[in-house]
């Protein structure tokens, strides 16, 4: 069973294309992004979603970990053997997916086509990969932690198609990007 955190309700009431999520260690902001990816998947048919990080290998230990995790908790009958592979995939039933690709290769998503794109841990990925891997997006998703500002706040929490939230453990607040 799920628990509704504050992070999942807030982050599910964000309505932009573009939803910004930044946050330290302990906030909840890629727990609970996963958690809303995989009911997007369970609940509406041949969904294409990819989730994005500077190392796949990395992923692996951490969002692919808690993938598991929270998919392990839930009544839906998946295909996971997928997330063993070279490219992780989870298919539903209905046809829908979910890839993790690990941004180590050149050129990985290049002209990528999707319903939603997540990337994991923007900061550590260059604005052009960025770019190339959400063009095409319906919708996106972006974490980050609060080290220090990066092309987000300059490229991308500026547009006017964008919601941004800041977590904390202790704290949340929900800034509208458009200034």
Known sequence: MIKITTALRKISGLQKKIKGVQGGQGAGKTFAILTLLINHAS?????????VSEE???MRDTVIKDFTSIIGSLP???DL???STGSPKCTFPNKS??????LDKEDVGKGLRSD???????????????RELTSRAKQVFIDFNPNKKFWFHTEVMTRSDCDFIKLTYISINIVSCLR
């Open 56 to 58: 796949l290998s990395k």
């Open 97 to 102: 997916f979910i890839r993790f690709i690990g």
């Open 81 to 83: 053997t997928g997330l």
């Open 43 to 51: 609940s509406n048919s041949n969904k294409e979603i990819y989730v």
């Open 116 to 130: 939603v794109v997540f990337v994991n841990e923007a900061n550590k990925i260059k604005f052009d990969t960025y």
């Open 76 to 78: 839906l009958n998946v």
